[in-house]
């Protein structure tokens, strides 16, 4: 019999998040291949608190399937997507993927994890924009689980 499966702590998830935005940010502003933002970062960066696995995948997956992504959130925006803040556009692809592509997390874990990192990263009422495009969202993507916990 092999060894049980670990998963990640849910803090080394929050600090994969955390890497990811910056991340990404980086990449929206510069439009520098991908690979290279990535290789920099995890050289430049301190990520033993994070689950490097889930930071990876974010980086690499939000970037490849950004249309889909921000074909979901467009709906739910008050202006077009180039106009959004690039803090506040990074932190809604990353929910946007996670409700997606990642069922196993809780829409509204998702949503709270994207809600702090606005507060952390994002303007001053960026946190409010954040929660409400991506409360749409998952009203959309998953209307069952969403209204399982309304």
């Not at 933002?37 to 033993?48: N, W």
């Not at 689950?51 to 074909?71: N, S």
Request: aromatic residues 8%.
């Amino acid at each position: 019999m092999g060894a049980p499966v670990r998963k990640p702590s849910p803090g080394k998830r929050v600090w994969a998040r955390r890497c990811a935005v910056q991340a990404l940010y980086q990449w929206q502003l510069t439009g520098e291949d991908l690979t290279l933002v990535e290789t920099r970062f995890l050289a430049d960066q301190d990520l033993s608190k994070a689950d490097l696995g889930y930071f990876r995948e974010l980086v690499q997956q939000i970037p490849a399937r950004v249309e889909e992504i921000d074909a979901i959130l467009a709906p739910f925006l008050d202006r077009p997507m180039p106009q959004v803040d690039p803090v506040e556009r990074a932190i809604l692809r990353i929910g946007g993927y996670e409700l997606m592509q990642r069922p196993d997390i809780a829409c509204r874990i998702v949503i709270n994890e994207a809600v702090e990192l606005a507060k952390m990263f994002g303007a001053e009422q960026g946190h409010r924009f954040v929660n409400g495009v991506l409360d749409k969202v998952a009203r959309t993507v998953r209307p069952i689980e969403f209204a399982a916990h309304s």
